[in-house]
């Protein structure tokens, strides 16, 4: 059966790249497909965070699912750490994934910077964790932002090996990955060409969850654009990237095709677009971080629907988890 898989990592700073490449979707999907939906706090750890800090962030994450419209009732919201089949399974999935495979993963080259011996070991194994992640549940369909996509790649060869190593075809479903459409890769404010992200250490890169009205409003004002005015079709978006990356933000949260927002705004320079599109921020995000901070004054509630999340999450896992032991030739 069909079944949706996704995670954020409670890392702090989450942005409109993880509401509109991801959590944005999830809200649909989650009336399609029996869906889980996970605040990866193991994956968080393989950088240094601190620990009260973790604590806020992991609710905060909670608090954006919940925000955002996802239904507790309808999906499963709740944290890695509370289900231990998670890391169970990231071991036997290190064993089966091979060293070259992790070695050509793009994004530990880009976190673990030049120095790659000072980088944690679970830095390195991380997509391994990922693929255990979708697969302790036998996830079919894998929301994400683009930037996920190699790692999607790793966890359908993790999958695969293991149904051929141990004679176990169609055990674990290949995990086909749902990247498509507007808000998939959204870009820093500062910089077209990088994607926006948690980490950038220019605030003005990104817009976060939490910013209020004015803050949204100045960083579109601020955000890095060109000298000419707009094209009328997709094709004049060639070679600016920052164009690009603000039609392409007005397309996710109008949406609206972006042909339709070259129609409207076609032949206009930025002071017309920029206006706009800080108007339909403020009034598609305002409504989420309202609801965000009303629901993180009560960590009690949130605690609880992680709790019972946990409990669900647990009451899959644990039997594909039992299974797996079996086909590998564990006692058990
Ligand atoms: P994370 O926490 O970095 O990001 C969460 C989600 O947001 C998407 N995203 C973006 N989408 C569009 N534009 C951007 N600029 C942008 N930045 C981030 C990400 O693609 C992601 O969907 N490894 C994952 C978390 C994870 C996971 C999983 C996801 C752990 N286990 C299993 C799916 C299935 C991560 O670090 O996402």
């Not at 080259?109 to 790659?116: C, H, P, V």
Request: glycine share 8%; hydrophobic share 45%; net charge neutral.
């Amino acid at each position: 059966p069909p079944r949706v898989f996704s995670g954020v990592q409670p890392t702090g700073n989450l942005h409109l790249g993880n509401y509109l490449g991801a959590i944005r979707k999830f809200v649909g999907l989650q009336h399609e497909m029996e869906s889980l939906f996970c605040i990866v706090d193991l994956h968080a750890v393989t950088v240094w965070q601190d620990p009260k800090a973790l604590k806020a962030q992991t609710r905060e994450i909670a608090a954006a699912y919940l925000a955002a419209g996802i239904d507790p009732d309808v999906a499963t919201v709740f944290h890695q750490s509370a289900v231990p089949e998670h890391a169970e399974l990231a071991w036997l999935f290190q064993c089966v994934a091979r060293m070259g495979w992790l070695n050509r993963m793009t994004q530990f080259k880009d976190k673990a910077g030049k120095d790659k011996e000072r980088a944690s070991v679970g830095l390195f194994t991380y997509p391994t964790l990922m693929a255990a992640d979708i697969l302790a549940y036998k996830a079919t369909h894998v929301p994400v932002g683009e930037d996920q996509k190699q790692h999607l790649e790793l966890a359908r060869d993790v999958a695969g090996k293991f149904n051929l190593d141990f004679g176990a075809e169609g055990f674990f479903p290949l995990p086909e990955p749902l990247i498509r459409g507007a808000g998939a890769r959204v870009m820093s404010l500062r910089d077209g060409t990088k994607k926006m992200s948690k980490s950038d250490p220019s605030d003005l890169s990104r817009i976060t969850l939490t910013d209020d009205a004015d803050a949204i409003a100045k960083k579109i004002k601020k955000a890095k654009s060109d000298p000419d005015p707009l094209p009328s079709a997709e094709d004049g978006l060639e070679g600016r990237a920052e164009a690009r990356n603000l039609v392409g933000i007005y397309a996710a949260l109008s949406g609206m095709s972006e042909a339709e927002v070259l129609t409207r705004f076609g032949g206009q320079g930025f002071a017309a677009l920029k206006p706009a599109l800080a108007d339909l921020a403020v009034e598609k995000l305002a409504p989420i971080s309202s609801e965000m901070r009303r629901l993180m004054d009560d960590p009690g509630h949130i605690d609880a629907v992680l709790k019972a999340g946990a409990e669900k999450a647990s009451s899959i896992a644990g039997p594909i988890l039992r299974e797996t032991k079996e086909i590998v030739g564990f006692l058990t």
